[in-house]
């Protein structure tokens, strides 16, 4: 049963930049990409992008300019880092499983709220 | 980018009554890679349809996908206490994945 657990810092000064990990528990890594999804306050879900362990990134159009997806396969871990962050970036971050070829996400972390605030 | 609208807004029914969820694209979803997720308030969102009308692993019968192309819909049947929550689709075309903006389904 795979398990994903979002790590990082709550709190995060304007213009600087978001890092989040994401690590995996149980399940094989290298068939499945790795997402990272997120909420605003009171609005629905936004996808950022995705990684495959294999060297794939893929990143939302909207965030491409600033987002970068990582992967360390020794560490079962994968990372979001998201420049130059404005209030508009405060969310709930998840970390997702996605699966290939049927295009959606079975597995999720619980979140990490994310607040962009001097 | 492909948008995803769906409709209704909220919809209130008492537990029982079945749910009609509506999920409209504004160009076709290729493949029909189209999924349903039921989140509940401070849990992760859980996938419940797949493919637009394959049900995803523990997901019960009362749950059903249908439609093709543009339109999509998400039944739920016989509704219980725990199916109150929000639900949205998502697409995936254009190596690129999109949400819509959700239904909120509450009790009556």
Request: positive net charge; charged residues 15%.
């Given at each position: 049963q795979v398990q994903l657990q979002e790590s990082g810092p709550r709190l995060v000064r304007p213009s600087e930049t978001l890092s989040l990990i994401c690590t995996v528990s149980g399940g094989d890594i290298s068939s499945y990409?790795?997402?990272?999804?997120?909420?605003?306050?009171?609005?629905?879900?936004?996808?950022?992008?995705?990684?495959?362990?294999?060297?794939?990134?893929?990143?939302?159009?909207?965030?491409?300019?600033?987002?970068?997806?990582?992967?360390?396969?020794?560490?079962?871990?994968?990372?979001?880092?998201?420049?130059?962050?404005?209030?508009?970036?405060?969310?709930?971050?998840?970390?997702?499983?996605?699966?290939?070829?049927?295009?959606?996400?079975?597995?999720w972390g619980q979140g990490n709220l994310v607040t962009v605030s001097s | 980018e492909n948008v995803l609208t769906q409709s209704p807004g909220t919809l209130s029914l008492s537990p029982g009554e079945s749910a009609t969820l509506s999920c409209r694209a504004s160009q076709r979803v290729t493949g029909n890679f189209l999924a349903w997720y039921q989140h509940r308030p401070g849990q992760a969102p859980k996938v419940l349809i797949y493919?637009?009308?394959?049900?995803?692993?523990?997901?019960?019968d009362r749950f059903s996908g249908s439609g093709s192309g543009t339109d999509f819909t998400l039944t739920i049947s016989r509704l219980?206490?725990?199916?109150?929550?929000?639900?949205?689709?998502?697409?995936?075309?254009?190596s690129s994945f999109t949400f819509g903006q959700g239904t909120k389904l509450e009790i009556k």
């Open positions: 990409y790795w997402s990272w999804i997120r909420q605003p306050p009171g609005k629905g879900l936004e996808w950022i992008g995705y990684m495959y362990f294999g060297g794939t990134t893929n990143y939302n159009p909207s965030l491409k300019s600033r987002v970068s997806i990582t992967g360390d396969a020794s560490k079962r871990q994968f990372s979001l880092s998201l420049t130059s962050v404005t209030a508009a970036d405060t969310a709930v971050y998840y970390c997702a499983r996605g699966h290939w070829l049927v295009y959606y996400f079975d597995s | 493919g637009a009308y394959r049900r995803a692993a523990g997901i019960p219980e206490p725990e199916d109150f929550a929000v639900y949205y689709c998502q697409q995936y075309g254009s």
